[in-house]
Structures are given as C-alpha cells and as structure tokens.
C-alpha cells in the first residue's frame, strides 16, 4: 500500500492572535473561542477533545472525548473509572486535552493534573442525563472484551426491565474527571504555515506565563 498525500493542501486564512487580543488568564480566551466557534461554526462539534492518557501498557493513547463543563478550576468530563482511560488516569494523573475546530481553524491543547470530582457533583450530572445514557452507563463495562452486540444489547434489556418505572441510580464507576490545567495552548492557523501559537504556563504565584511559540 502506497498513497502519497504529499499534494493535500489547505491555506488558513480565517483569522489571527494576537497578544494586543488576549487575556491575561487562558480560561478568558478558551470561553471566547468556544462561544466564537459554537455560534459561528456549528458543524463543529465544539465541546469534542482528544483526551491523551498514559496507559498501563507504556504506550499513550489519545480517544475523543466530550467535555461537559468548564470552569476556573479546569476541564470536567465523565466515564467509567474502570475503563481503560480510567484506570489509565488513575495510575498516571496527568493528561492532555486537543480541541481541534477545523471550521475556524484553531486548536488549543491543554495540559494539566486530573482528579475525580466529588460524588454528589457526578450524581447531579447523571440524574440530567437522558435515561437511555444512564442504563447504558449501568450496561457496558467499558472497554472489556465483549464476544458479540447481542450480549451488550442483552444486558441493556435485563437493566431496562430491573429499573422500570424507577429512578436509575448513579453506578459507582463511572463519574467524573477535573483536568486542572498547567499550560494551555492557542493555534490559528495563518497563511504560508506561519501560524500563530501563544502558550500559557501556570506559575508558582498561580499567575499565567504568556509566550509566543515560534510555527
């Protein structure tokens, strides 16, 4: 097999950043190019990131992820704690978050320490969540091998029938990470590859470090 992309090309010409522009704190920036995106780029599914773990394996691994909340503290999203993203972030607590929205040609990757948010926090964010999402929840036990769908959509069934006419309880593996964010990165894209990249890095006195990044 041989297929050569060598002659792919796109030119970025959608925007800038500049440091006339930005915040002094990244979360300013991040709530401003989500809201930028969301509105003027729905195609995008804004709140998807590559979530990159160190697995148990040695190797890192990256899947995408939905992130469901923001805050000044850092980036929350839910899984199983006993999948092997889980298990993964439990074992080696430091991660990578990369949004990716092509439409505006932007990226920001995130680095940062994750820890498990409190129970009551994950069972509010559970009981909003449809009930299907919760019985499926209940039903996978994520990430081990499974020997067909018909045992997955079995076990979906016997939950369905178990919780029927009652309410559906948060299941104790599956809750929520906080990405506490170290250094964050903003890219626009920019003509001639010459892109413009500015890196945030937290500091012992909790202030952000801001630089340009050469492209």
């Not at 991040?30 to 998807?48: G, I, L, R, S």
């Not at 299907?132 to 036990?141: E, M, N, R, V």
């Amino acid at each position: 097999m041989n297929n050569d992309l060598g002659n792919y090309r796109k030119s970025y010409d959608k925007g800038s950043l500049l440091e006339a522009h930005i915040s002094e704190n990244p979360l300013e920036l991040f709530q401003k190019w989500f809201f930028e995106v969301d509105q003027h780029f729905p195609q995008d599914e804004t709140n998807a990131m590559t979530l990159s773990t160190l697995g148990e394996d040695g190797f890192p691994k990256g899947r995408v992820v939905l992130l469901k909340k923001y805050t000044h503290e850092g980036f929350i999203f839910y899984t199983n704690y006993e999948s092997e993203k889980g298990k993964a972030i439990i074992a080696h607590p430091k991660v990578s978050l990369s949004f990716h929205w092509a439409g505006a040609e932007r990226q920001v990757i995130i680095k940062g320490d994750v820890e498990k948010i409190a129970a009551n926090l994950s069972d509010g964010y559970f009981e909003s969540r449809p009930r299907g999402s919760q019985l499926g929840a209940h039903a996978s036990q994520q990430s081990t091998v499974v020997s067909s769908r018909e045992v997955i959509e079995n076990q979906l069934k016997k939950l369905e029938e178990k919780f029927e006419n009652k309410p559906i309880p948060r299941p104790e593996f599956w809750g929520g990470f906080i990405v506490k964010p170290v250094e964050i990165e903003f890219w626009q894209g920019r003509a001639n590859r010459l892109h413009d990249r500015i890196r945030y890095q937290l500091q012992s006195d909790l202030n952000w470090k801001i630089e340009r990044l050469s492209p």
